[in-house]
């Protein structure tokens, strides 16, 4: 097992940066949570705030047609942003009952979208575990809300789906652990522990490769060390090598081409790594 310095690619940008993800264009976003802002990152490194949701995003992902998805915690919803900069609630309640906050979102190549719902930080948790991982899919034009594992997760953050779209896999960070869903049969999602962490706080987010390899953001608090920790895990859920960074407070992870980038909360800042 290897150990891989990941590099600065912009330092200092804000306190509670989290969720890199890109455009179809290959644009590097970030979302800035305590300003409440998206920010784009040109490769000559400017930043440029694009929109303010008026409250605390949490994870971002477009469609392919550009339209801009974001979760907020202060809004507890699911927000659809337009090109015009016009911005609206798609989801707020699951059978009339408000979620409790959506925290991390993922839009799948067939159209369909996961979410997961736990609050802020400490609202679920180990003795909370009342968080949901979610799905939008679309039938018939219709777009219908419906839960894959309802109410039973104690923090669930990073989502992320495999290249052949049957995996779905979530980061529990108050249980510091992976699960993977899948469907047998098609249309009923079960649920297993793909990987099982140890130490530090756990598991806040997940990127996925082009071969199907799991790269974990492995999140700890600033006071107990001073480097973060991204594992490597295989389809198989070996750990193939560990990616490090100044700051433990990992909070987003993103591939584009043959690069991770991730956020790190304590320095404020994006780090790149080439894999």
């Known amino acids: 097992m290897s150990k891989i310095k990941a590099v600065p690619f912009i330092s200092d940008v804000a306190g509670n940066i989290c969720c890199p993800f890109f455009d179809k264009a ?17 490769s000559t490194k400017e930043l440029r705030r694009i929109h303010s949701t ?12 550009g339209v801009l998805y974001v979760t907020d915690f202060a809004h507890a919803a699911v927000l659809v942003v337009q090109d015009t900069g016009d911005q609206e609630v798609i989801v707020g309640t699951y059978e009339d009952k408000p979620l409790i906050g959506p925290n991390s979102i993922i839009y799948t190549r067939d ?7 736990s609050g802020p930080f400490g609202e679920t948790g180990f003795h909370n575990p009342t968080g949901s991982l979610y ?23 990073g989502v992320a789906v495999s290249p052949d779209g049957k995996f779905v896999y979530v980061a529990e960070m108050m249980n510091n652990r992976i699960l993977r869903f899948f469907q047998k049969p098609d249309g009923v999602y079960h649920c297993s522990v793909f990987y099982q962490l140890q130490g530090r706080v756990g598991p806040s987010s997940i990127a996925v490769d082009k071969q199907g390899c799991l790269y974990i953001g492995h999140y700890d608090i600033a006071n107990s060390t001073m480097e973060g920790q991204v594992l490597c895990i295989s389809q198989n859920g070996e750990l193939l090598n560990t990616i490090v960074t100044t700051g433990p407070e990992v909070s987003g992870l993103a591939i584009y081409k043959n690069t991770l980038y991730i956020t790190e909360i304590s320095t404020g800042s994006v780090f790149k790594v080439d894999l």
């Open 26 to 42: 290959g644009q590097l976003h970030v979302l800035l949570q305590e300003a409440g802002e998206i920010a784009s990152i040109s």
């Open 54 to 65: 008026g409250g605390q995003p949490s994870g971002a992902a477009f469609d392919h047609n």
């Open 135 to 157: 799905m939008i899919s679309n039938g018939g034009g219709t777009q219908m809300l419906r839960p894959v594992s309802l109410e039973n997760l104690a923090n669930p953050c």
């Open 111 to 117: 159209g369909t979208v996961f979410f997961t719902d």
